[in-house]
């Protein structure tokens, strides 16, 4: 089955305690790409990846790391969680990069909270 | 500033009824729009797209309407159905792969049995 996993679902952390967000799609897709959603803002990109060792900052990168040594995998990293980076994280993949419409498929989500 | 807004944070209609979800953009150079639907505990679904060149475009009960003019897009649902009920994103992007893809803060429908 085609699809993009995220690990871990759910995540209750304190200020500071570095923690890492698994992405990982077997779809072969070139593009992956990390949201978050915050209530009113809708979904905002983090980081994207155009291809292996090729990332790039979105609209809202400060406090996150990305990296994509691997083509399937594209984990977000939180170096030193603060309470503003709680959120709802999305990650997608697509077969080329998201402009000319081309649909991207999203992972089921990850709910952080930053205590 | 938003370049994709979606002014109707929440819709109820009764079942069998027309659902209309609006979205409004400020960007001229946005070529492609595209509409994804989302469920509680779930990841966005894409659900339908038009490119700027058309006016519409129909997917069986969805139906996508494009007034470049106006910057607007519309999302028609007819007949509204209970498992329509789902958070829907607006989201629109430029004509090249480089270009984002920016969402809307979305619209939550309710379709009432």
């Known amino acids: 089955e085609a699809q993009v996993t995220q690990n871990p679902r759910y995540l209750i952390t304190v200020t500071g305690k570095k923690l890492t967000v698994t992405c990982s799609q077997n779809?072969?897709?070139?593009?992956m790409s990390w949201y978050r959603q915050d209530p009113g803002l809708g979904l905002r990109q983090i980081y994207y990846?155009?291809?292996?060792?090729?990332?790039d900052k979105g609209d809202v990168p400060e406090g996150y790391k990305v990296s994509r040594k691997e083509k399937r995998n594209f984990p977000l990293i939180l170096e030193s969680p603060s309470p503003n980076q709680t959120s709802l994280y999305f990650c997608?993949?697509?077969?080329?990069?998201?402009?000319?419409?081309?649909?991207?498929?999203f992972g089921p989500g990850t709910r952080l909270l930053v205590l | 500033d938003q370049q994709v807004k979606q002014n109707s944070p929440s819709l109820s209609v009764q079942e069998g009824r027309i659902s209309i979800l609006n979205c409004d953009y400020t960007?001229?150079?946005?070529?492609?729009f595209l509409w994804y639907k989302k469920y509680p505990a779930e990841g966005p679904t894409f659900l339908i797209s038009i490119s700027s060149i058309k006016d519409k475009n129909e997917d069986g009960r969805f139906t996508v309407f494009l007034n470049k003019s106006a910057k607007h897009l519309s999302l028609h649902i007819v007949p509204s159905q209970p498992g329509d009920s789902a958070v829907y994103f607006c989201a629109a992007s430029g004509e090249t792969s480089y270009d984002k893809v920016i969402f809307g803060p979305g619209t939550s429908l309710s379709v009432i049995p």
């Open positions: 990846s155009m291809n292996v060792e090729v990332t």
């Open positions: 779809m072969n897709h070139e593009y």
């Open positions: 960007n001229s150079m946005f070529d492609y």
């Open positions: 997608a993949s697509s077969l080329v990069a998201g402009g000319t419409g081309e649909t991207q498929y």
